[in-house]
């Protein structure tokens, strides 16, 4: 077990977590730090500060209950389908790949592809992974995906 720092297409740390269960079977899991307080602090108040400037201009008390409702709703659903705790993709040689996300709010999401309908592993970062980690990552991921592929 390995567990290496990197750093997301942003700039933040991120860790790559390799796991060898055996000569045909590995695991990489890759983590990003949990949400900041701090930003989640800083966009309520930008909303929030938004909603008592157009309350002051307007003398609308609707503007105030519809910033609150935004916010927690948006909080919500930020949660629950964009910010992911960690990714992992385990690779058995002769079995198939198995691809997992957490998020968040718990949930999490894991979709399996047989070794039979694998031909050779694209890893593309811009559509399935959420954590958007840079190319040195993804290179260490793709050389023990391709050697665990060679042996089967």
């Known amino acids: 077990m390995t567990e290496e720092e990197f750093f997301d297409i942003n700039g933040n740390t991120i860790s790559l977590d390799c ?19 701090r930003k989640v602090m800083n966009y309520t108040c930008a909303v929030w500060l938004t ?7 307007t003398d609308n008390t609707n503007v105030l209950s519809a910033a609150i409702i935004v916010t927690l709703v ?7 389908f964009v910010k992911i705790d960690h990714e992992s993709m385990l ?7 198995q691809i ?9 999401s894991t979709s399996f ?26 290179e260490e991921v793709y050389k023990s995906c391709q050697d665990i592929l060679g042996q089967s």
């Open 113 to 138: 592809i047989e070794m039979s309908k694998v031909k050779d592993i694209v890893i593309n970062e811009a559509i399935y992974m959420s954590s958007k980690p840079r190319l040195n990552c993804l």
């Open 91 to 97: 690779i058995i040689g002769s079995l198939g790949i």
């Open 19 to 37: 796991q060898s269960h055996s000569e045909f079977c590995k695991e990489f899991t890759v983590s990003v730090p949990k949400l900041s307080l």
């Open 74 to 80: 948006g909080m919500m659903l930020h949660l629950h």
């Open 100 to 108: 997992s996300a957490s998020y968040a709010s718990g949930r999490e």
């Open 51 to 57: 909603a008592y400037a157009v309350f002051f201009a």
